[in-house]
């Protein structure tokens, strides 16, 4: 099977599936052909049956689609949206902001490509009217875009953002703007007639680049260094870039993107009542027999849900234990706190190794944090946290009303009280014994009088929800607590906490997350007053 595409890191996994021997497990033969000149080269490779499948943006795929052709699509490869970079010559001093691009001529590769087709929904975009509000010059490939701007035959050329941001770090174009496509990046297409042909095959190529992809995102550590020198990007672009793409290789297809891709192809001029005189069913655009359809804007994530913290149990475990409980697709990211020789604490790899590549997505970053893996974004402080996964795991409990999500979010505040007395003496700026003898009393005398009220297992229902997993840490690290300080357990005075705390501990969905590494993590940093190290 001949696979075409651009030869940029959003393909890597094609080679990635063929050096893990992905292809041969699954039964089938790729070759994997770089097409420099983009989407509309693509499509007329298909269209002269020299490629099988094309790795192509989804606008020019449906505009393609749309005209009549005898394309289809296969399934969605990238689930994120692309940004498109606007680049002007160096020297052009004429050229500053999106502003001034009204009337102006843009360098495209070819007709009907990304570079094309983004162009006029731009127009549309800023009210200029179609595609018809700006010029267009077909120049080639990238280097010749580079070239056409920089001799000033052309204005601008639109590119993806981080293939084209070595040029604009070196000066050899500037950027003056972008622009986001709000639908999937890139699909996977074929001739209807091939597809048919070649389905067997076409099913196989799929479930190998599926199982390259899962790998992609499963290699966090390495990933990003390796497309850093594969695709010459520096460093942290490479990490921006990683933690943002949503890369899927499904043969789901959302009807939502194909119906905002048309509706941006109408209204900047692209499809015309011409090309385009009736609206063709969505059914149309894919080929059934291998994709479906999907009502969803969002598709299933081969990326897992990323949950952040120092390497201890801390404010993460409560977030780590709700993943392991729901059985979800999760990554914990652990950054290990170190005492120097001097005795002071180094957290540089995360203050300088980390945060700054994650702050542009979250600018009120902090530990813990969240990563949504459809779309990469980032959500922190704790409790936040807690809410999200909460909502997502469907671990808020039985009452989902607004009422409901109150009361459950007022438990969470509870724990995270609890929590934020403790570490006021674990890290040694409260003495120990306002804390055994106060705050936690305070704080369990509430919780006994609640559980012993409600009648329930757990806090909300005989299952565990959301501040169960906040309060039981909590409970547990005192105990731990009780033990370093050699004093008897807290938990004597309270009878329906004690059998909370060990019906919790018996769960059986929590039995690999208990005799798993994070468990043993100790409870603070090592240069708490009290780390409280596991004895288990």
């Known amino acids: 099977i001949r696979i075409g595409g651009v030869p940029e890191h959003f393909n890597y996994p094609f080679t990635l599936a063929q050096e893990r021997g992905l292809y041969k497990k699954h039964g089938v033969k790729v070759e994997f052909v770089i097409q420099k000149c983009g989407t509309g080269a693509m499509i007329q490779a298909l269209k002269n049956k020299e490629q099988d499948i094309v790795v192509a943006l989804t606008e020019g795929l449906v505009a393609d689609i749309a005209k009549g052709s005898n394309l289809k699509l296969l399934g969605t490869y990238v689930a994120s949206s692309l940004c498109w970079a606007?680049?002007?010559?160096?020297?052009?001093?004429?050229?500053?902001?999106?502003?001034?691009?009204?009337?102006?001529?843009?360098?495209?590769?070819?007709?009907?490509?990304?570079?094309?087709?983004?162009?006029?929904?731009?127009?549309?975009?800023?009210?200029?009217?179609?595609?018809?509000?700006?010029?267009?010059?077909?120049?080639?490939?990238?280097?010749?875009?580079?070239?056409?701007?920089?001799?000033?035959?052309?204005?601008?050329?639109?590119?993806?953002?981080?293939?084209?941001?070595?040029?604009?770090?070196?000066?050899?174009?500037?950027?003056?703007g972008e622009i986001y496509t709000p639908w999937p990046c890139f699909m996977l297409a074929a001739r209807a007639d091939v597809a048919k042909a070649k389905a067997d095959a076409f099913k196989r190529v799929l479930a190998a680049v599926g199982e390259a992809a899962e790998i992609f995102h499963r290699e966090t550590k390495t990933m990003p260094k390796f497309i850093s020198e594969k695709y010459k990007l520096k460093v942290e672009d490479a990490h921006e870039w990683y933690q943002g793409v949503n890369i899927v290789a499904t043969p789901m297809v959302p009807a939502p993107a194909i119906k905002t891709a048309l509706k941006a192809l109408q209204t900047s001029g692209v499809l015309t009542p011409e090309n385009y005189p009736k609206p063709k069913p969505l059914q149309e655009f894919v080929f059934e027999e291998l994709a479906s359809l999907s009502d969803s804007k969002l598709l299933p994530s081969p990326k897992p849900i990323v949950v952040a913290y120092w390497k201890i149990r801390g404010l993460s475990a409560p977030l780590r234990m709700m993943c392991s409980y729901a059985n979800c697709n999760w990554q914990s990211v652990d950054y290990p706190a170190e005492m120097a020789e001097d005795g002071t604490v180094v957290k540089d790899c995360w203050f300088k190794d980390a945060k700054p590549f994650i702050l542009p997505k979250c600018p009120i970053l902090n530990l813990p944090y969240v990563v949504v893996p459809e779309t990469g974004e980032v959500i922190t402080q704790s409790v936040a946290c807690i809410f999200y996964l909460a909502q997502r795991l469907n671990l808020q409990g039985p009452d989902k009303s607004h009422v409901g999500l109150a009361k459950m979010m007022q438990l969470v505040c509870e724990a995270q009280d609890l929590r934020n007395a403790g570490v006021k003496t674990f890290y040694g700026r409260v003495g120990a014994?306002?804390?055994?003898?106060?705050?936690?009393?305070?704080?369990?005398?509430?919780?006994?009088?609640?559980?012993?009220?409600?009648?329930?297992?757990?806090?909300?229902?005989?299952?565990?929800?959301?501040?169960?997993?906040?309060?039981?840490?909590?409970?547990?690290?005192?105990?731990?607590?009780?033990?370093?300080?050699?004093?008897?357990?807290?938990?004597?005075?309270?009878?329906?906490?004690?059998?909370?705390?060990?019906?919790?501990?018996?769960?059986?969905?929590?039995?690999?997350?208990?005799?798993?590494?994070?468990?043993?993590?100790?409870?603070?940093?090592?240069?708490?007053?009290?780390?409280?190290?596991y004895k288990g």
């Open 433 to 533: 014994e306002s804390y055994m003898k106060g705050s936690i009393p305070n704080h369990y005398s509430k919780m006994e009088k609640w559980l012993t009220s409600h009648k329930h297992t757990f806090l909300l229902a005989d299952t565990p929800t959301a501040p169960d997993f906040h309060f039981w840490e909590m409970v547990d690290q005192n105990e731990t607590f009780a033990t370093e300080m050699k004093v008897p357990s807290f938990l004597t005075p309270y009878p329906a906490i004690q059998k909370y705390h060990k019906d919790f501990r018996a769960l059986p969905e929590l039995k690999g997350y208990f005799s798993g590494p994070f468990y043993k993590y100790d409870c603070n940093n090592p240069h708490a007053k009290y780390p409280m190290a």
């Open 86 to 176: 606007i680049s002007a010559g160096a020297k052009n001093d004429k050229i500053n902001s999106v502003d001034d691009l009204k009337g102006a001529t843009f360098a495209v590769s070819r007709y009907g490509s990304g570079s094309h087709l983004m162009a006029g929904v731009l127009a549309s975009t800023k009210g200029w009217g179609g595609s018809d509000a700006v010029n267009f010059k077909v120049v080639g490939a990238f280097k010749a875009l580079r070239d056409s701007v920089n001799a000033q035959d052309t204005d601008v050329f639109m590119w993806e953002h981080f293939t084209t941001k070595p040029f604009f770090d070196s000066k050899e174009v500037k950027r003056v």
